[in-house]
């Protein structure tokens, strides 16, 4: 059974960083393409960072970009955030396409086939 299993959310200042991690079981998620979204209450879940299979290219959602890093180690997709914004607060969710899929559009979530819970970034100012 496919599991994904978000870590490392919290609360956090403005101007501090974060570290999340996403793990993946039952599926080897080295050739597939992973990504990490972000959703608050009454709004539509937005695409933050996506890597490609190989971890040789990222993107990056205009708001984050220069501050987030998105990278991967085998099983386990990570996502530094330096620089949180009060903006930044969300649950942030990490989802991976099926296995050979590359996205068209890497900030769809109809691209993702698999989910993890999440984990929530909360940033004050």
């Known amino acids: 059974q496919v599991q994904l299993v978000e870590s490392g959310g919290g609360s956090v200042q403005a101007g501090g960083s974060l570290r999340l991690s996403c793990a993946a079981f039952?599926?080897?998620?080295?050739?597939?393409?992973m990504a990490w979204f972000r959703q608050t209450p009454g709004k539509e879940r937005e695409g933050v960072a996506s890597?490609?299979?190989?971890?040789?290219s990222q993107a990056y959602a205009d708001a984050v970009k220069g501050r987030f890093t998105i990278s991967r180690d085998k099983n386990t997709v990570y996502l530094q955030m330096n620089s949180l914004k009060p903006e930044d607060t969300a649950m942030y969710h990490c989802?991976?396409?099926?296995?050979?899929?590359?996205?068209?559009?890497?900030?769809?979530?109809?691209?993702?086939?698999?989910w993890g819970q999440g984990t929530q970034v909360t940033v004050s100012s």
């Open positions: 989802a991976a396409a099926r296995m050979g899929w590359v996205p068209v559009r890497w900030a769809d979530e109809s691209e993702y086939r698999y």
């Open positions: 039952g599926y080897i998620f080295s050739d597939v393409n």
């Open positions: 890597i490609y299979r190989g971890g040789v």
